[in-house]
């Protein structure tokens, strides 16, 4: 459908190029729509870490924000009967959920968060020949031609899909945050970062300049928070590849321990790794520096570590990379000793 609407302005000569990019913006979120949902997502398992982290005692998992567009993680959460709150009512009618933010509000389950909507969410009408009265719905059984502009039934009447609900692209997907959907999504996405104060980023690249600027006002509005970053790819490469402010920002974290970085794929966390890197990012270690003859001696009294440079930075650095090799590879015992793992 949607490819014969686009191949139709190569035949008109007076075609309006507003109504080419727009068709041609369809197009594209259709193939990928298409892409995404054809075949069914399994559920992965190494997702585990989260229903686990859900359970930790002393720890409140606020919500999971994340800018993919498939259902990995909703096909996780039914599997483990993980009860969430997306925006959409609970209960579904003839496989179609409406949108009911008043959701957020209500009961205990996970706040779940799609930034840049989903592959399974549209806007429809019902097909009178104009569209108004759009309804914003989730649909629980993605059958493409059940959409994509054809028509099909819904609780008595005909309807036909007007927008397919989710971003696409660099730049314009900013403009689209302020309106429909997204405004209540990015209201939530505050209301849950002012809650927390420490902040899990697993696989994000740093690539959403409305993203990042929210880390940075997160970070910056009170002392004592923590950024825990979790990815495939080394630091260095990864702060390279940030886009916008939070770019120059990453090293001074790091250098302040308000950002911790581990290179892990996330198909190897486990909850005790994952424990083990909240505590070395919130715990509030002592870093003492003396200086001795020609250099500088820094020490963690907490942890009874030392290490030296030739610098006080210097020293710092090399205290901290012997902190986090005692948290790689000290026995739990010794551990369990040292510190107290309670996290709260």
Same mark, same amino acid.
């Given at each position: 459908?949607?490819?014969?609407?686009?191949?139709?302005?190569?035949?008109?000569?007076?075609?309006?190029?507003?109504?080419?990019?727009?068709?041609?913006?369809?197009? +594209?979120?259709?193939?990928?729509?298409?892409?995404?949902?054809?075949?069914?997502?399994?559920?992965?398992?190494?997702?585990?870490?989260?229903? #686990?982290?859900?359970?930790?005692?002393?720890?409140?998992?606020?919500?999971?924000?994340?800018?993919?567009?498939?259902?990995?993680?909703?096909?996780?959460?039914?599997?483990? /009967?993980?009860?969430?709150?997306?925006?959409?009512?609970?209960?579904?009618?003839?496989?179609?959920?409406? @949108?009911?933010?008043?959701?957020?509000?209500?009961?205990?389950?996970?706040?779940?968060?799609?930034?840049?909507?989903?592959?399974?969410?549209?806007?429809?009408?019902?097909?009178?020949?104009?569209?108004?009265?759009?309804?914003?719905?989730?649909? =629980? %059984?993605?059958?493409?031609? #059940?959409?994509?502009?054809?028509?099909?039934? !819904?609780?008595?009447?005909?309807?036909?899909?007007?927008? $397919?609900?989710?971003?696409?692209?660099?730049?314009?997907?900013?403009? $689209?945050?302020?309106?429909?959907?997204?405004?209540?999504? !990015?209201?939530?996405?505050?209301?849950?970062?002012?809650?927390? %104060?420490?902040?899990?980023? +697993?696989?994000?690249?740093?690539?959403?300049?409305?993203?990042?600027?929210? +880390?940075?006002?997160?970070?910056?509005?009170?002392?004592?928070?923590?950024?825990?970053?979790?990815?495939?790819?080394?630091?260095?490469?990864?702060? %390279?590849?940030?886009?916008?402010?939070? $770019?120059?920002?990453?090293?001074?974290?790091?250098?302040?321990?308000?950002?911790? @970085?581990?290179?892990?794929?996330?198909?190897?966390?486990?909850?005790?790794?994952?424990?083990?890197?909240? +505590?070395?990012?919130?715990?509030?270690?002592?870093?003492?520096?003396?200086?001795?003859?020609?250099?500088?001696?820094?020490?963690?009294?907490?942890?009874?570590?030392?290490?030296?440079?030739?610098?006080?930075?210097?020293?710092?650095?090399? /205290?901290?990379?012997?902190? =986090?090799?005692?948290?790689?590879?000290?026995?739990?015992?010794?551990?369990?000793?040292?510190?107290?793992?309670?996290?709260?």
């Amino acid at each position: 459908m949607k490819i014969k609407r686009l191949s139709s302005h190569l035949h008109r000569t007076n075609s309006n190029f507003e109504e080419l990019c727009r068709d041609s913006m369809s197009f +594209i979120k259709s193939v990928i729509r298409r892409y995404l949902s054809k075949e069914k997502i399994s559920c992965k398992d190494y997702f585990r870490f989260i229903q #686990d982290l859900k359970n930790e005692k002393g720890i409140k998992l606020q919500g999971i924000t994340t800018l993919n567009h498939d259902e990995i993680l909703e096909a996780f959460f039914r599997k483990r /009967l993980i009860e969430f709150a997306d925006g959409f009512n609970f209960e579904s009618k003839e496989g179609i959920r409406e @949108w009911n933010p008043k959701i957020f509000r209500k009961g205990k389950k996970l706040v779940y968060l799609k930034l840049h909507g989903s592959v399974n969410w549209s806007s429809i009408y019902v097909d009178k020949g104009k569209v108004e009265n759009l309804v914003n719905v989730s649909f =629980e %059984d993605y059958k493409q031609e #059940d959409r994509d502009g054809y028509r099909f039934r !819904w609780q008595g009447k005909n309807y036909k899909e007007a927008e $397919q609900l989710f971003l696409t692209g660099t730049n314009d997907k900013y403009f $689209q945050y302020q309106y429909g959907v997204y405004i209540e999504l !990015w209201q939530q996405f505050d209301r849950i970062l002012s809650k927390t %104060d420490i902040l899990i980023c +697993i696989g994000y690249g740093f690539g959403d300049n409305a993203v990042n600027l929210r +880390i940075i006002d997160w970070i910056g509005k009170k002392s004592g928070r923590k950024l825990l970053v979790i990815d495939i790819g080394e630091y260095e490469k990864g702060k %390279d590849n940030a886009k916008g402010a939070i $770019q120059s920002r990453l090293p001074e974290w790091k250098r302040d321990r308000k950002m911790i @970085w581990r290179k892990k794929n996330i198909q190897d966390l486990t909850i005790e790794e994952l424990m083990k890197y909240i +505590i070395i990012a919130t715990h509030p270690f002592t870093i003492t520096i003396e200086q001795e003859n020609d250099g500088f001696i820094s020490l963690c009294p907490e942890l009874d570590i030392a290490s030296q440079g030739d610098t006080i930075e210097e020293a710092k650095h090399n /205290l901290q990379e012997a902190v =986090e090799l005692f948290f790689e590879y000290a026995s739990e015992t010794e551990k369990s000793n040292r510190i107290n793992p309670n996290i709260t």
